[in-house]
């Protein structure tokens, strides 16, 4: 069964046999089925049987009754019905509910594997495309440093913004870890 391709053994052996057969979507679906007519068949009963009850003891009037007594009489005997019929109601919806249910589960757990491993590539790609970018940034750094004359000429760096400054013993000082490395200053 597909359904189960993830459980481990040892919680698939906790489950009576009488419920492992509900694992698969076909059976599954097969016996929610069956329970929604159960249901539904109640439901039916229930309302037939509400429907009697209010007829029967709506109409009994006692000598002496005010204009709603009856009515509030039955209410007591009726609204034990209506949570009968919201029940059968609210089973049939739920056990529907419960397939739709394990049917996207189903579908999200043999989906996952999927997921996971374009999400791996795309992070893969993705740290791929920043290493690429500071490779080249740092090439260019590297490049610029290194073409750049070392004679001193602080027009030459003015001019390319770098604004060159003396450090002590007459070096100049070209980026911040270089401002560190002076001694003495």
Do not use: C
Not at 42 to 70: I, K
Not at 82 to 91: F, Q, T
Not at 97 to 108: F, M
């Amino acid at each position: 069964m597909p359904e189960i391709e993830h459980m481990s053994n040892d919680v698939l052996n906790r489950v009576p046999a009488e419920f492992r057969p509900l694992l698969n979507l076909d059976h599954l679906t097969a016996w929610t089925a069956a329970r929604q007519r159960e249901h539904n068949d109640d439901h039916g009963t229930y309302e037939a049987a509400r429907a009697m009850f209010q007829a029967v003891l709506r109409s009994q009037h006692v000598e002496g009754d005010g204009r709603w007594s009856a009515w509030r009489r039955a209410r007591k005997v009726e609204k034990h019905l209506n949570r009968l019929v919201r029940a059968s109601r609210d089973a049939a919806q739920a056990s529907e509910g419960l397939r739709t249910s394990y049917a996207d589960h189903v579908r999200t757990v043999a989906a996952l594997p999927a997921q996971r491993a374009a999400k791996a590539e795309a992070k893969a790609d993705r740290r791929g495309r920043v290493n690429d970018f500071t490779a080249k940034s740092l090439n260019k750094t590297v490049s610029a440093m290194t073409a750049r004359p070392d004679s001193g000429d602080e027009s030459s760096d003015e001019t390319a913004g770098q604004g060159a400054a003396k450090g002590s013993g007459g070096r100049t000082v070209r980026g911040v870890n270089d401002l560190f490395d002076r001694k003495g200053a």
